[in-house]
């Protein structure tokens, strides 16, 4: 091989690792990341799967993979970016195999290299290989199974035979969804097959079939019988779903990529006399069966098992690369380099494909930063609780989010596993509770329910907007919930505001304070919580309105409660000895402000003293 070629070959994989690695932990898992991490480490893999709407292999080898490497965002996701590299090349050596059945004398050597830069650019496989899941997984076995079918059919070695039926096992236990490009395998063989190698072919087909069997008998029937499994996004095909498929698989060029494909289904042959001659191929009919194919049966089958959406269509991406690149290999140059140059600059200068997700990490500190030991949170977010799961409480990992001493339970776990205790078990769980933090997005109002029951007030409610897209704005809430404290209130001011508690947490500098008002209200009123050092010397300061500013007096209502954490900023070191924390109620009038004093004439209201021992 020529040190040219050499170059190219590695210059596209640096380009495919930059494109699948590049920003590969900017967001936070997403839903079904959260799925992967929970059923890798689910005690009873069985168990757990029966309630989902996959095979077991990937979960598996990602417990094995994390064992080794960690459980953290990168390490996780690495192992979806691996396959996708293998497959840019494994895709040079079906395009091989491509080139064979063509006319090698006038494509030479430019197929297997366009068809791994097609593969490289293309958006679905870089965003999906940033992904917690099993996608690229099920892309690289594919391509493997159609690899290792077409060095078989060609040079009937019973090494080859072995290889597509090892690999046509494994996609099958990857994903389900791969007996779609296996039937594109069987038609190819029904139609381009004779005699002994057809037999052995459909048989070989059959059997791959027959190693899931233990499976599905195991698991899969429950998982096919469990509506509830299948996904509430599906989409249903439209105008609007082709088009977003379009650009997803085509990118935002569509119109010259799919002209690009239809080329290419086809070999050019340019004749001395300037006519063109036409010839077709053994491979092309699988490749367009690689691609109608599973396209054809997804639509069928969501009809009655709703699973439809882009992404599940990934395993036709290495066609569509091969197509396009056999498409651009009918074209002289010097309109083939100038296509290329078109493809690769939109290519590394667009991202197409991609999907709108709440931000759970960010949802997940937000709790996890004011929660404080003694506290319970509760996640009822639906499918959401296996991400902020990922994120609150990580045993498995040995880096648990959550201080010690606060307590999780995610409600949708429990209708999920152990519905038949669920009525029983959340009363209990609430009624041994002073202060409930509620993560919220669901259409279950049994928490809600029972917190009244058991004389929870709501005392705060942070929002999280999410931009669904097409599906609209999506508002996560945070709630939290108090008990009516039992003793004495901290503080009383004059303007009718009772200080209930404050709790302050020198190392990040914070007073959690909890509010309640006698009377409306009808200015908004500034808190103001300090900490002073010797002589009352400031050291650290937070003015601002009730819980960051969301909760302003004037909307304050008699008898409900106001959670506020205010988070002080660092006027001076703080240093060993002897510290006072005050809080202090004012308006601002004019250039100055009015200070609210307490019921008994103080300025202030004296919440604690601390004493700061000397750091070693």
């Not at 990602?62 to 996708?84: D, K, Q, Y």
């Not at 494509?107 to 791994?116: S, T």
């Not at 190693?211 to 105008?239: C, F, I, K």
Request: net charge neutral.
């Amino acid at each position: 091989m020529s040190l040219r070629r050499w170059s190219l070959l590695v210059l596209i994989l640096l380009l495919g690792a930059l494109s699948r690695a590049l920003h590969i932990t900017s967001q936070g898992f997403w839903i079904d990341e959260g799925f992967s991490f929970f059923y890798a480490y689910s005690p009873d893999l069985l168990t757990a799967l029966a309630s989902d709407i996959h095979p077991p292999l990937y979960y598996a080898a990602l417990r094995l993979w994390s064992e080794l490497t960690g459980h953290s965002e990168l390490a996780l996701r690495w192992f979806s970016v691996l396959p996708s590299m293998c497959s840019l090349a494994l895709i040079y050596q079906l395009a091989k195999e491509a080139l064979r059945a063509r006319s090698p004398q006038w494509l030479g050597e430019a197929l297997p290299i366009l068809a791994m830069l097609m593969l490289a650019l293309a958006d679905a496989e870089s965003y999906l290989a940033q992904e917690a899941r099993h996608y690229t997984w099920l892309t690289l076995f594919v391509l493997m199974s159609m690899l290792f079918l077409l060095r078989w059919l060609r040079r009937s070695r019973r090494a080859d035979f072995c290889a597509w039926l090892l690999s046509s096992i494994l996609v099958l236990h990857a994903h389900y969804m791969a007996a779609f490009a296996l039937a594109a395998q069987g038609l190819y063989i029904l139609f381009w097959a004779r005699g002994a190698p057809r037999r052995q072919a459909l048989a070989a087909l059959v059997l791959s079939a027959l190693a899931l069997a233990p499976w599905m008998l195991a698991v899969g029937r429950l998982q096919v019988g469990n509506r509830n499994a299948y996904d509430v996004w599906a989409n249903e095909l439209s105008l609007e779903l082709l088009h977003e498929i379009a650009v997803n698989y085509f990118s935002g060029q569509w119109a010259l990529v799919i002209g690009l494909l239809a080329l290419g289904c086809v070999a050019l042959v340019y004749r001395r006399d300037a006519s063109i001659a036409l010839r077709f191929d053994r491979v092309t009919p699988l490749l367009l069966l690689w691609l109608t194919v599973p396209f054809s049966l997804t639509v069928l089958v969501n009809e009655f098992l709703p699973f439809l959406q882009p992404h599940r269509l990934i395993q036709w991406t290495p066609a569509i690369a091969l197509l396009v690149a056999c498409g651009l290999c009918n074209i002289r140059q010097p309109i083939r380099a100038l296509l290329v140059a078109v493809l690769v600059v939109y290519g590394v200068t667009q991202v197409e494909f991609g999907r709108g997700q709440p931000d759970w990490r960010r949802i997940a500190h937000l709790t996890a930063r004011y929660a404080v030991p003694g506290d319970l949170i509760v996640t009822d977010v639906a499918s959401g609780d296996f991400a902020l799961r990922y994120y609150l409480v990580r045993e498995e990992a040995g880096v648990p989010a959550l201080e010690a001493g606060i307590a999780y339970e995610a409600l949708h776990y429990q209708r999920l596993f152990a519905a038949e205790t669920y009525e029983a078990w959340l009363p209990q769980l609430l009624d041994a509770q002073e202060t409930v933090w509620l993560m919220y997005w669901s259409s279950d109002r049994s928490a809600f329910n029972w917190l009244d029951e058991l004389g929870f007030k709501q005392s705060a409610n942070f929002v999280h907007r999410h931009d669904g897209g097409a599906n609209g704005e999506t508002l996560m809430h945070i709630y939290r919930y108090d008990r009516p404290p039992a003793s004495a209130p901290a503080a009383r001011f004059a303007n009718g505001m009772i200080l209930h508690s404050a709790r302050f947490d020198l190392a990040d500098l914070r007073l959690d304070t909890l509010w309640e008002t006698t009377r409306p209200l009808q200015r908004d009123y500034v808190i103001s919580a300090k900490l002073l050092g010797a002589n009352g010397a400031l050291v650290a300061q937070r003015d601002s309105g009730p819980q960051l500013n969301q909760r302003p007096t004037s909307g304050w209502r008699v008898g409900e409660f106001v959670f506020s954490p205010q988070e002080m900023i660092a006027q001076a070191p703080i240093e060993p000895g002897a510290y006072q924390i005050i809080v202090q109620v004012y308006t601002i009038e004019g250039a100055g402000f009015a200070n609210v004093p307490t019921m008994k004439s103080l300025e202030y209201a004296l919440i604690e003293e601390i004493q700061v021992g000397a750091r070693h």
